[in-house]
């Protein structure tokens, strides 16, 4: 089985670590435009458990939460960029506002959230408490954003004539 698991097969990769005893890391995101700052996190999430677990945004999701012209890079390349990371061991795509649903799916004992978000407004913080989960926010990386980084990549460019190179 890959680190990119179906939604139908993940009870079986959950049930897996659970008769190992492991202690599962969650977290979940856009992870649009994969930067130092989720590559900081991801490894932050990975060292609170024995295993990670990531829930990524569809597209369709992606579009819901940050608007219509986004995610800038497909469902798969983005599954396919985090499953390559150290620090990942599955990614599971899913369509749904929030990650209630796989949260359900993995009762993970760790929900992590990136700095940048007041664990007093996680939306899935019920369901995480309800299966005995805790939540921890990670050390927050600033000015680490693909806002950001969409914002000077559209300013460098802006002034620039077709066909001057940069």
Not at 4 to 21: F, Q
Not at 33 to 60: M, P, Q, T
Not at 109 to 118: E, F, H, L, Q
Request: aromatic share 4%; hydrophobic share 40%; glycine share 8%.
């Amino acid at each position: 089985m890959g680190r990119i698991v179906e939604l139908a097969n993940l009870p079986a990769v959950v049930d897996a670590h659970r008769e190992r005893k492991d202690r599962i890391a969650f977290t979940n995101g856009c992870f649009d435009l994969l930067h130092i700052g989720h590559v900081r996190y991801l490894k932050e999430a990975r060292s609170l458990g024995d295993v990670l677990f990531v829930g990524l945004n569809s597209d369709e999701s992606v579009r819901t939460l940050k608007g219509p012209n986004r995610p800038l890079i497909p469902e798969d390349e983005r599954a396919e960029m985090l499953a390559s990371l150290g620090a990942v061991d599955y990614v599971i795509v899913f369509g749904e506002r929030t990650a209630d649903t796989l949260i359900e799916m993995v009762r993970p004992d760790i929900y992590v959230k990136g700095g940048d978000v007041d664990p007093a407004l996680v939306p899935e913080a019920p369901t995480v408490r309800r299966h005995g989960g805790a939540i921890v926010t990670t050390a927050k990386v600033e000015a680490h954003s693909t806002s950001n980084i969409v914002e000077r990549v559209l300013s460098v460019y802006a002034t620039q004539t077709p066909g001057q190179k940069r």
